[in-house]
């Protein structure tokens, strides 16, 4: 299921409340687990399966885990811990990297892997062999809970009920934020439920919502024109104006996702920790990373970068750490050999601002950062986006220049059509909003929030309703 | 916020979600949208087998949205909201500058597919031993100058031209670019009214003034039916304004120029929905009181259909047909003993075969250019 469609928003949702404040609170969460099941299998019945194998390993595991280090058995500890992370890895690497593994291996003549195109099923059917919705996200989260139990940061959970909520809670299935388990311990046991706590939430939610659907979903039409324009057509002002619409379309359609979690979470009485922080401000590579998708970052650092050793290491080992790191964040957000290479991408720049060019940002005047900031963000994202290297290259070519001219009639055309939405996204991408809001007055903000919240909905509800064009382009990962 | 705030906030929200969600359950399913001009999704039970594939949460997807309380007033919504953002189109139809003309997307192919497209008007020229005679209607948005500046996705006239150039020998092209446009500093105001507003079909003055210059391009002496008109609805909306969302524009009109039966009134027609003959009319005035009005000629899409004039001199025409055949039939009707109307998307009969055992005399492939450069059926051409 995805939050911004019609049948999740006025029939999945209304009757999950329902169920949910009419429980006890000591049944709580097990209705949560239930419904979060049917939220999962509603676009995987299938893979639902995987649902309840990694709650039975990781519950396993962590209770092994805790009973080997209660025995003092440090070894037995983390041999499980081991165990863990390979059942994790293994199923990702399954199904996100078998195909991609065996296509690139034949490519070089080794083809001694099958690539598979359909799972058999007990009882003779099959189905297609697809990457189950979320895998990179739940695998990430239920990896850290195991090495947080071995580690210390988090107790172990003995109830089998509440793990299972915490694996599956669907708010932040799917495309997280990536919680690790430490964060809602608490929260899974004793949280509160108050119209405070429901009322913020509703105004986040309407908040992802219109990211979502009436930005992201507004610019990504403009973005696949220029997709599907022959490198040989691409102009220079054409090629900025696709990759631009495609950073915008990015960030609202994956901020807005988050935000939509944080506020679904919110109005079931939990707390989910921030993803985004205004990235477009950035003024460097690394600061992007402070600020986009931020529980990715922090989850390769906490669980590989640091371990590593991180950066209090001689240079070439930090550069050797940088290395793993972002090869393993490219290759995290698809099986196809852009993602690796714009993960590589993000380890230059980093690595340069961490040997000397981070110095020289110090000392430039700030229009010059968020220049250089935001330029290698969405060079960053051509790589991304253009995912057959046919067209990437002529693509960047086109970006820097080397394109069929400047303009063509097909550009103006489309920036007189896109330039409103631009506008409004490009401001909704900075805290400007969120700055005039807080300095008004405390009266003008509740009279002006319900008719906002309402516009918000409506708006939302009709283009869901009249919506042809409505992907969440973070479901891949 | 305050508690008592905040109790506001959260019964608006569920007002909000609870009252649609409800609304949606109780109220009665609509079968078809007459502004959308199609069949709306419905509920359907769930079975093991569907639930297993999501075959049913697919539908019950497309069922919640179809069925959505107020679905067109959604619509209508959406529609204003684009324009007011001063978009020029809505999912994918251009708003006219003039504020009521509608145009749908047209697709340009690469002059590679352009040429394996014309490559099967050739192949049936070389199966067949009579004349073949190949045309193509352009675009509304070649014809009618009322576009969006710099509009991508509409006719540049580079179909036609590339498929004059790319006939064979043994075909004969007519080009009917020159009564219907007045588009490219042609300051002919014609083709507005060549053109219906809300839908991509020719008018009937627009499917005569097609007739005459295919007359011309046969070699035939056409028939001068003046200019009189017989209006039979003032309110059709085509499928170019269903897809548009745009309710403020104004319906079009439907006329004729020829009466029923043709003007000596001796025309029959001859139906083959299914391969057995069904006696026909060229008009179907019932087909005036539903969304698709254009179907008012010869009923709607058909694999077979004879109109058989025992007046005319013509000789025996069979045409290859899209939609715009149609309303170009009664005209045609006038100068053919018999014009056979083929559609390959619903007919798989060889053509070879077909020309030679019913007699016929010529030969003429006729396609809107957006339906040559996308229609999957004409490698049946050839066969």
Same mark, same amino acid.
């Given at each position: 299921m995805i939050f911004s469609s019609p049948y999740f928003l006025f029939l999945?949702?209304?009757?999950?409340?329902?169920?949910?404040?009419?429980?006890p609170l000591k049944w709580r969460n097990l209705v949560l687990l239930v419904v979060n099941l049917i939220f999962y299998g509603w676009g995987e019945p299938v893979y639902v399966v995987i649902m309840f194998l990694s709650i039975a390993i990781d519950y396993s595991h962590g209770r092994i885990v805790t009973r080997c280090k209660a025995k003092g058995n440090d070894r037995g500890a983390r041999a499980a811990v081991a165990s863990s992370v390979v059942f994790n890895l293994l199923l990702l690497g399954f199904f996100k990297y078998w195909n991609f593994i065996a296509g690139s291996l034949a490519a070089i003549g080794a083809g001694f892997l099958p690539v598979i195109e359909k799972l058999p099923l007990p =009882?003779?059917?099959?189905?297609?062999?697809?990457?189950?919705?979320?895998?990179?996200?739940?695998?990430?989260?239920?990896?850290?809970?195991?090495?947080?139990?071995?580690?210390?940061?988090?107790?172990?959970?003995?109830?089998?009920?509440?793990?299972?909520?915490?694996?599956?809670?669907?708010?932040?299935?799917?495309a997280g934020p990536i919680i690790k388990y430490k964060d809602l311990d608490e929260q899974l046991e004793h949280r509160d439920h108050s119209f405070e706590k429901f009322a913020s939430g509703v105004q986040r939610f309407t908040i992802g919502a219109c990211k979502k659907v009436l930005l992201a979903?507004?610019?990504?039409?403009l973005w696949d024109v220029y997709l599907a324009t022959p490198g040989a057509q691409l102009t220079t002002l054409g090629a900025w104006l696709g990759i631009v619409a495609f950073s915008l379309q990015l960030y609202f359609d994956f901020s807005g996702y988050s935000d939509m979690a944080i506020g679904l979470g919110r109005m079931l009485g939990f707390e989910f920790l921030e993803n985004f922080n205004y990235p477009y401000?950035?003024?460097?590579?690394?600061?992007?990373?402070?600020?986009?998708?931020?529980?990715? =970052?922090?989850?390769?650092?906490?669980?590989?970068?640091?371990?590593?050793?991180?950066?209090?290491?001689?240079?070439?080992?930090?550069?050797?750490?940088?290395?793993?790191?972002?090869?393993a964040t490219g290759i995290w957000h698809g099986a196809s050999w852009n993602f690796l290479i714009w993960g590589l991408y993000w380890f230059v720049w980093i690595g340069l601002e961490k040997l000397f060019l981070g110095k020289w940002l110090d000392k430039a005047p700030a229009w010059l950062t968020h220049i250089y900031g935001v330029v290698i963000a969405i060079v960053g994202w051509a790589i991304f986006a253009v995912e057959d290297f046919s067209?990437?290259?002529?693509?960047?070519?086109?970006?820097?220049?080397?394109?069929? =001219?400047?303009?063509?009639?097909?550009?103006?055309?489309?920036?007189?059509?896109?330039?409103p939405i631009l506008v409004i996204a490009i401001v909704a991408a900075t805290p400007l909003a969120a700055h005039t809001?807080?300095?008004?007055?405390?009266?003008?903000?509740?009279?002006?929030?319900?008719?906002?919240?309402?516009?918000?909905?409506?708006?939302?509800?009709?283009?869901l309703v009249d919506g042809t064009y409505n992907p969440f382009l973070y479901f891949r990962f | *916020?305050?508690?008592?705030?905040?109790?506001?906030?959260?019964? $608006?929200?569920? $007002?909000?979600?609870?009252?649609?969600?409800?609304?949606?359950?109780?109220?009665?399913?609509?079968?078809?949208?007459? @502004?959308?001009?199609?069949?709306?999704? @419905?509920?359907?039970?769930?079975?093991?087998?569907?639930l297993r594939t999501g075959e049913f949460m697919e539908g019950f997807e497309d069922y919640v949205t179809d069925q959505f309380p107020l679905r067109d007033g959604w619509i209508r919504l959406k529609a204003l909201s684009e324009r007011a953002l001063g978009k020029q189109e809505n999912n994918s139809v251009y708003f006219g500058t003039d504020g009521q003309t509608l145009f749908a997307h047209f697709t340009i192919i690469s002059r590679d597919e352009l040429a394996q497209r014309v490559g099967f008007v050739n192949k049936l020229a070389d199966n067949v031993d009579v004349p073949v005679y190949f045309s193509l209607v352009p675009d509304k948005s070649w014809a009618v100058n009322l576009l969006p500046d710099n509009a991508p996705n509409i006719d540049d006239g580079s179909t036609i031209e590339g498929a004059m150039e790319l006939c064979g020998e043994g075909v004969t092209f007519i080009d009917l670019r020159f009564l219907l446009g007045d588009w490219c500093g042609n300051a002919d105001p014609r083709g507005n009214n060549s053109f219906y507003r809300?839908?991509?079909?020719?008018?009937?003055?627009?499917?005569?003034?097609?007739?005459? *210059?295919? *007359?011309?391009?046969?070699? $035939? @002496?056409?028939?001068?039916?003046?200019?009189?008109?017989? @209006?039979?609805?003032?309110?059709?909306?085509?499928?170019?304004?269903?897809?548009?969302?745009?309710?403020w524009i104004k319906p079009d009109s439907i006329y004729t120029m020829i009466p029923e039966g043709g003007t000596r009134g001796n025309i029959t027609v001859t139906r083959y929905p299914e391969g057995e003959p069904i006696e026909s009319t060229m008009y179907h005035p019932e087909k005036l009181e539903v969304k698709d009005k254009y179907a008012y000629f010869l009923g709607g899409n058909q694999p077979l259909c004879i109109i058989k004039n025992p007046d005319a001199v013509g000789g025996k025409l069979l045409v290859i047909r899209d939609s715009y055949s149609d309303s170009l039939a009664p005209f045609l009707a006038e100068e053919f003993q018999e014009v056979h109307l083929f559609d390959l998307r619903y007919n798989n009969m060889s053509l070879k075969q077909y020309v030679a055992d019913n007699g016929i005399d010529q030969v003429l492939v006729l396609y809107s250019a957006n339906n040559f450069n996308t229609d999957k059926n004409l490698f049946k051409l050839g066969l």
């Open positions: 999945y949702f209304p009757i999950v409340l329902l169920l949910y404040y009419i429980s =009882g003779g059917a099959s189905i297609p062999f697809t990457l189950p919705i979320g895998i990179s996200f739940y695998t990430f989260q239920t990896m850290s809970y195991t090495i947080d139990v071995y580690r210390g940061d988090a107790r172990c959970q003995k109830n089998i009920v509440t793990f299972g909520t915490f694996v599956t809670l669907f708010p932040q299935l799917i979903n507004a610019l990504g039409p401000l950035s003024k460097s590579a690394s600061e992007f990373w402070r600020r986009w998708h931020i529980s990715l =970052g922090s989850w390769f650092r906490e669980y590989l970068y640091f371990p590593l050793g991180g950066s209090r290491v001689k240079p070439a080992r930090m550069v050797f750490n940088l290395l793993i790191v972002w090869a067209a990437m290259g002529p693509y960047l070519a086109a970006m820097f220049g080397f394109g069929a =001219g400047a303009l063509d009639t097909d550009f103006l055309y489309y920036l007189r059509n896109y330039l809001w807080k300095k008004l007055p405390e009266r003008a903000r509740q009279a002006a929030f319900p008719v906002l919240m309402l516009a918000g909905l409506v708006f939302t509800t009709a283009y | *916020m305050s508690k008592k705030y905040s109790i506001f906030i959260t019964v $608006l929200f569920c $007002l909000f979600i609870f009252g649609f969600g409800i609304a949606l359950i109780v109220s009665p399913s609509r079968d078809f949208s007459e @502004q959308e001009n199609r069949y709306l999704s @419905q509920f359907k039970a769930p079975t093991l087998s569907t809300t839908d991509h079909h020719w008018t009937t003055m627009g499917a005569y003034r097609g007739y005459t *210059m295919l *007359m011309e391009g046969i070699g $035939l @002496q056409g028939t001068d039916f003046g200019v009189s008109y017989t @209006q039979v609805s003032d309110s059709f909306y085509g499928t170019t304004y269903s897809a548009s969302g745009a309710d």
